[in-house]
Each structure stands twice: as structure tokens, then as C-alpha cells.
């Protein structure tokens, strides 16, 4: 009897917590997204908050992870609470799964970058909403949630300690279907740049980990892949230089965002190297002084890329290049001194994106006051590829059809070949640096791939790019791990913008759509 009570009890104490990443129906240069079904996966990364939540979660809580882009809705898990992460591009399928659960009776939480700038509009499809960093919020809700006291609106009153991190839950994720594990060392970001919502959701004051749990936490991933999510994770140069020095003995290959003056400290670029690092995404955002000058951007200097990009090569680092076009120092012939800058260059992969702003930005509040965003657009268009406001040099049909004219001509087999092979002669990439962290069942799948893709390509310079990395193999000039991770690279890019080809009807059926409004 006793014992039937205290189950009873247990069950009734049970609640069911289910955590959603919205599927987005548009994307942007998904490199690794794509580059993981080339082997085998789903996606590139689950977002790091879905699991951190999960693991400040009472034990009470049976708790299940959806990311959409990894899986579907679960069919017979009834949850009491639902906790959603919405940016702006998925915020329109993140309020119909709300809808859904709140239809079924479980209390619905909204969170992340989305929702916090859109308050009252999420109060129509949710019961909460949290408002920035959710760690501390998120334990005054769970409390409110059993007392059955939901408050509309948890915001936190400052920004968290984050000296110690929480450890996420990966238990709760199937990493085998992701390519890497997201990672953050530190929060905020000191500069500020107009378009960017990092520092209204972080602040300006860079808050680091303590090195060692950093460490601690990459020693317990299910994965080696690690992808870096600071905004700058060089940005405090003797604290990136001693996290790079104990993650050498780990034998972890990552990739983080910094800004253009890594470039000049030649001990952090071998340090990093040496620890693992294979991708910088660096924001140079625009060859413009004016451009660049009007969006706060003053620490880049365009007469300094060239020596950047070399810099970091020498290394035998790979750069991530990205730009920004659509700002009102912009004009159409840009495009064509963009063309040549890319064609002369030796940045084999680059990402060009259409400027855009969403609710929080300083960006925004300028352009709302100036009548210039386009508010009945849809918000699945914000993902960076599409043109989502009134610029003041381009009509956006003919902005559009230039963009993916420009995309497609750079990421042509002809030019890819051009740019690459140009680097790739220098041999900053002859050390094989990924092979540790790649599996049997990988090489073995990427080999196959890539041998067909290539070698019965139609195409004539996609089959002597082949031929001609395979030559520089041989050469010594490059390692057989760098070239299958170009190749796997481009191979991915250029499915994506072929996929991609068939959505842009939706933009210009939009584009009439509000044009009638």
C-alpha cells in the first residue's frame, strides 16, 4: 500500500518538459548543413540553448529535444511545457507549433533572440516569454510553472556570471546525426556594429569562462568536432592564447569567429593552428570605407584583406569570409567591385549576405523610423540571401536577380578552380590536420562521393578542379585531409545554391504579394 502511494505520488510529481528548435523553411549558405548529409548526417549543429535548458531543469521533468531540422514533432510524448527558441526567420513555424501545443493544454515558453525584441506579438501564440540569457529565468519560470502562476514576461535584471557554465544535456540529442558540437568560452562582444543583436543580448563586456571548464566540458563531448559560438573568441588575446594552448593535447578540430586583428599576432594564428583550429569566420563585411564607417565598423580596413587573409593562410588556417551588401553607401556597381575582389583573391569560400534587420538591432530602429522595413514581408526571407528592406541605391527584383547572378558566377567551377588551386600552390595546407577526427565509415563515404561526384561531372571544370587537386596531392603541396575537405566543401555549396535556385519563385511571388498590400 505504501509503496503503491509513494509511485502514485512519483508519477503525479512527473512532468513532461518537450525543448524545439523550428524548422526554417529557407537557407543561406548552409555549408555545414550540407556538407553533413554528405556524410551521413542531418544537420550542422543543434543550438547550445535546448540543452543547456535541459540541464537546469528539475530531475521531475522527462525531457525530450526536437530540433526539426534533425527530427520530426514527437507523436505520443504530451507535454505540460514546451519551451520554443525562435530567430527571426523560424519565428513564423515557431508560433504554429505553439499553437499546436497550446491546443493540446501544455503552458507554452518562448526564447531566444526573436521573442525577446518581439514581446507582445509572441504573448499572442505563448504563455511566457524570456527575454535575453535565459539561464537564470528560465529556474523563476519552472517555479511559477508548478505553482501555477506563469508570469507573462521573465527578463533577467543582469547579465549572468558566466565564469562556470552549465554543462548541456547532449544525452538528450542523437550527436550522431550532427557534425559538430556548438561550444561557447565567453559572452558579449565590445564593438558595435549596427546590424548586429550580440551585444543588446549579451552587452558590450566580454564575460569569459574559466579556462579550465572550457576544457572540461570539450573532454566529455560525444564528438571532436567543436564549433566555437563566441563572437569573438580572440577578442582577449591572453586568455584565446592559453585556451588554445590546453586544447592542443585534446586533438579537436574547430572553428570560431574573430575579427581582422588575429591576423596580426603570429604566436595566436600557429597557437591555434596547432590546437585544431581549420576556419576562422571573420565579418569584413564591406570593401567600402564609407560603408563600413556607417555601421560602426571601424576597426576593419579594406586596404588591410589581402595581408589579413595571407596572414591567416600562412597558418594553415582557412578563412571564412563575410560580406555584406545592401547599405546606403552602397550601389549597384559594387557588385562588379566585389566580383573582382573575390576573382583576384585567394578565398576559396566567402559568404555574401543581403543586409537585413531585425527588431533589437540599431540598424532597425533607424531605418523603422525612416519607413524602410518591409513589415509585411515574410519573416522566412530573413535568413541573410534575400532582400528584406527598402535600400536606398537598389530596387529589390533587380538587387535580387543581381545577387544570385554574382553568387552563381563566383561559385562556379571556372572560378572556384581559379581561386583555389592559387592557394592551394602555396602549400600553407600540407599538414594533414583532420584525418584524427574523422571516422572509417566517413572517409569512406566522403571518398566515394567525391570520386563520382567529380569524376562523372558533366561539367568540365568541376572534373579538372578534380584532377588538379588529386596533382597538388601528389605534389606534396596539400594533404589528402585538407583537399577532401575542400572538395566535400564546394561540393556542398554548389548543391545548396541548386536547391536554392528552386525557392527564389517565393521571394518574387512575395515581392507582388505586398505590393498588393
Known amino acids: 500500500m505504501f509503496l503503491s502511494k509513494l509511485f502514485l505520488d512519483i508519477v503525479k510529481r ?28 542531418r544537420t550542422g549543429s543543434v543550438p547550445l540553448a535546448l540543452p543547456v535548458i535541459a540541464s537546469i531543469t528539475p530531475k521531475n521533468y522527462k525531457i525530450k529535444i526536437i530540433d526539426e531540422d534533425v527530427s520530426s514533432l514527437p507523436k505520443w510524448f504530451k507535454p505540460d511545457l514546451v519551451g520554443i527558441t525562435m530567430i527571426t526567420s523560424n519565428s513564423e513555424r515557431g508560433y504554429e507549433i505553439a499553437k499546436k501545443y497550446r491546443k493540446l493544454g501544455a503552458k507554452v515558453v518562448l526564447g531566444g533572440a526573436y521573442p525577446s525584441f518581439n514581446i507582445e506579438e509572441g504573448l499572442k501564440y505563448a504563455d511566457s516569454i524570456i527575454v535575453g540569457e535565459a539561464e537564470n529565468s528560465w529556474k523563476k519560470l519552472i517555479k511559477d510553472f508548478e505553482k501555477k502562476s506563469l508570469k507573462s514576461v521573465y527578463r533577467a535584471e543582469e547579465h549572468i556570471e558566466f565564469s562556470e ?15 559538430s558540437i556548438p561550444v561557447q568560452a565567453s559572452r558579449g562582444c565590445p564593438f558595435m556594429c549596427e546590424f548586429c543583436l550580440t551585444t543588446q543580448i549579451y552587452g558590450r563586456k566580454v564575460r569569459r569562462r574559466k579556462i579550465e571548464d572550457v576544457i572540461n566540458e570539450i573532454k566529455k563531448l560525444p564528438k571532436k568536432n567543436i564549433l566555437f559560438v563566441d563572437e569573438n573568441l580572440t577578442i582577449d588575446k591572453k586568455y584565446a592564447k ?23 599576432d603570429k604566436e595566436m594564428l600557429n597557437l591555434m593552428a596547432e590546437a585544431g583550429c ?92 525612416e519607413n524602410r522595413v518591409l513589415c509585411n514581408l515574410s519573416k522566412k526571407f530573413f535568413v541573410g540571401g534575400y532582400p528584406v528592406l527598402k535600400y536606398k541605391n537598389f530596387n529589390n527584383k533587380d538587387f535580387f536577380d543581381k545577387y544570385n547572378e554574382i553568387i552563381e558566377h563566383l561559385y562556379s567551377f571556372s572560378q572556384i578552380r581559379k581561386r583555389t588551386i592559387r592557394l592551394l ?13 574523422v571516422s572509417l565509415y566517413e572517409k569512406i563515404r566522403t571518398t566515394i562521393i567525391l570520386f563520382f561526384s567529380y569524376n562523372i561531372s558533366k561539367n568540365k571544370d568541376k572534373r579538372l578542379f578534380f584532377k588538379e587537386v588529386i596533382a597538388l596531392i601528389k605534389s606534396k603541396k596539400v594533404s589528402v585531409g585538407e583537399a577532401a575537405s575542400i572538395l566535400l566543401i564546394f561540393e556542398a555549396i554548389t548543391r545548396h545554391i541548386k536547391k536554392d535556385k528552386k525557392q527564389r519563385k517565393l521571394y518574387y511571388e512575395e515581392l507582388k504579394r505586398i505590393e498588393l498590400d
Open 14 to 41: 512527473m512532468k513532461k518538459l518537450l525543448l524545439i528548435k523550428p524548422a526554417g523553411v529557407l537557407k543561406h549558405y548552409s555549408t555545414q548543413i550540407e556538407v553533413a548529409k554528405l556524410l551521413g548526417k
Open 165 to 179: 557554465a552549465i554543462m548541456p544535456r547532449w544525452d538528450l540529442i542523437d550527436t550522431k546525426k550532427m557534425f
Open 242 to 264: 592559453e585556451l588554445f594552448r590546453q586544447l592542443i593535447p585534446l586533438k579537436v578540430s574547430w572553428i570560431c569567429q574573430s575579427s581582422v586583428d588575429v591576423a596580426d
Open 278 to 369: 581549420r576556419h576562422l569566420v571573420i565579418g569584413f563585411e564591406s570593401l567600402k570605407p564609407d560603408s563600413l564607417k556607417e555601421t560602426h565598423k571601424f576597426q576593419n580596413n579594406p586596404e588591410n584583406y589581402v595581408r589579413v587573409i595571407e596572414n591567416i593562410n600562412k597558418a594553415g588556417i582557412h578563412v571564412y569570409a563575410s560580406f555584406i551588401i545592401g547599405f546606403d553607401e552602397d550601389k549597384p556597381e559594387d557588385f562588379d567591385v566585389f566580383r573582382k575582389f573575390i576573382e583576384n583573391s585567394q578565398l576559396p569560400v566567402f559568404n555574401l549576405s543581403i543586409l537585413g534587420a531585425s527588431k533589437g538591432m540599431e540598424l532597425h530602429k533607424r531605418l523603422e523610423k
Open 425 to 437: 600552390k602555396k602549400g600553407y595546407f600540407c599538414k594533414d590536420r583532420n584525418s584524427k577526427v
